[in-house]
């Protein structure tokens, strides 16, 4: 079982550049990171629409025959990992409708919290449904906006009847339109590449292209590009304050990616800078669990004046499947994984960094991975604070009766996983570290504050659905 947060989605969309749909397929592959169970593109050539996705990794779902077939100056990509809807070809997107005169393809990251009530009105009304993403939703949504006459307005019209988050990129024979939730959950981002234009989930995306970036997509903004280069922006959603995801510096982002004009990396390295000053440890030397807890380690290290060194070495060639032997072995799954290097810990205090304790699972066995190769002591640091929360806006996470730090005390989690001490980084220290007000995000994983709102049932395929308020935590 996996005991980490499952990651989001990526979206990104081009248009203006003849390399639309290569440009996709580059971004998509250094957004790898935020999906790995399927992904696709749809490309336009102005006349018609082109599609291919597929289950798997960007690269074993594209390749140069694939993208050939992608015609056209305009494209939106998607990589996908299941937060909503069944793990199935069916809800891979983007998604394609067609309706009027015009043919329309979008890509979604985030959760609309009330997608099961949205979509039973739907049903009831004559709707039917292929899929069962909340994605979909939106796309039947905008089919039945037809007072409006454009397409933005058509779009703005749809949004107004959801709760949740969203970044979207849609895409319809000569124009590309990208909308952020206006809470600002889930980032998005806008650059230039040689003649077109890109909006895409993270800026490493325009990195790896050589597109330059411009700016960040606003909360509650409809950013509307057409073929020919002209840009207009508008703001026809409800105002709302402010909650961006602090899980995106915490975890989810590339450390090279930038966010809110803060380099992911320097605030990951900052997060372990007041790891160390709130929890201290008398140690040898620093261990991260890498690769995500390795840039709070380095911090960590920095602080304590403690030496950091690689223990812990990963297999970076480890699929998502693998064949396991037919006897078991003890503590496969993490070792398959993740190694201890035995001269490192021999007879030495460490201090292990990690960003987060899920279930709590792993960290176990990586105590008793540690302590079979020589540690004589294991001081546990986490560069977030406890998680005792689900997420309902667009990340894969376990129940809250699953969530270790929900039910047990810090010290109960620390005899659990077998360390000698654990430290968790405190809300404050964290919003130090990110140099930001906490009015300004959703930690709602961390307080329990879920600011748009929750589903009183986790029940998301039955329809039967009703919402607690937004701002009231959900118990």
């Not at 979509?119 to 899929?131: M, N, Q, V």
């Not at 809470?183 to 650059?191: D, E, I, K, T, Y």
Request: proline share 4%; hydrophobic share 35%; with cysteine.
């Amino acid at each position: 079982m996996n005991d980490k947060f499952n990651e989001e989605c990526a979206v990104i969309g081009v248009i203006g550049d003849a390399e639309a749909a290569n440009y996709c397929y580059l971004g998509l592959y250094a957004m790898q990171h935020r999906g790995q169970e399927g992904a696709g593109i749809v490309s336009t050539d102005g006349h018609g629409m082109y599609a291919h996705r597929n289950m798997g990794l960007v690269s074993d779902v594209f390749n140069t025959e694939s993208i050939a077939r992608l015609p056209g100056t305009s494209a939106v990509g998607h990589t996908r990992y299941a937060t909503f809807g069944t793990k199935d070809w069916q809800n891979l997107q983007p998604l394609v409708a067609n309706f009027a005169d015009n043919s329309f393809a979008i890509a979604h990251n985030g959760n609309l919290v009330n997608a099961p009530e949205l979509r039973a009105d739907l049903e009831k009304s004559g709707a039917i449904f292929s899929a069962t993403s909340d994605t979909e939703v939106v796309l039947h949504l905008i089919a039945r906006a037809t007072t409006e006459d454009t397409i933005v307005k058509k779009v703005a019209a749809a949004l107004g009847n959801v709760r949740g988050a969203y970044s979207l990129v849609t895409m319809t024979y000569n124009r590309l339109i990208a909308i952020r939730d206006p809470s600002g959950v889930r980032p998005l981002m806008l650059g230039k590449v040689k003649d077109g234009y890109i909006v895409a989930s993270e800026t490493c995306a325009f990195d790896l292209i050589g597109a330059d970036f411009i700016r960040e997509i606003e909360p509650g903004e409809i950013l509307e590009i057409t073929s020919d280069g002209q840009m207009n922006s508008s703001c026809l959603l409800q105002k709302a304050d402010p909650a961006f995801c602090i899980f995106e510096f915490v975890y989810f982002s590339r450390p090279d990616s930038i966010i809110q004009g803060k380099n992911v990396y320097t605030v990951r390295r900052a997060l372990g800078t007041e790891l160390a000053k709130e929890h201290p440890a008398e140690a040898d030397l620093v261990i991260p669990v890498p690769d995500s807890g390795t840039p709070s380690a380095i911090g960590y290290a920095h602080e304590s004046g403690l030496p950091l060194e690689l223990g812990l070495i990963r297999n970076h060639y480890v699929g998502r499947t693998f064949i396991e032997p037919k006897q078991t072995i003890r503590d496969f799954g993490v070792r398959v994984k993740l190694n201890a290097n035995s001269d490192v810990f021999r007879d030495k205090r460490v201090v292990v960094v990690d960003d987060s304790i899920v279930r709590g699972t792993t960290c176990r066995k990586l105590v008793k991975m540690f302590r079979a190769a020589g540690a004589k002591e294991i001081h546990f640091r986490i560069s977030s604070p406890p998680t005792t929360g689900s997420c309902y806006y667009g990340v894969d996470t376990p129940s809250r009766d699953e969530l270790i730090a929900a039910n047990h005390s810090v010290e109960e989690v620390k005899e659990y996983i077998g360390a000698d001490s654990l430290g968790y980084l405190s809300v404050d220290g964290m919003y130090r570290a990110v140099k930001g007000a906490q009015s300004n995000y959703c930690d709602a994983c961390f307080s329990g504050n879920y600011r748009l709102g929750t589903p009183v049932s986790t029940e998301m395929k039955t329809g039967n659905l009703h919402l607690n308020q937004p701002g009231k935590p959900s118990r």
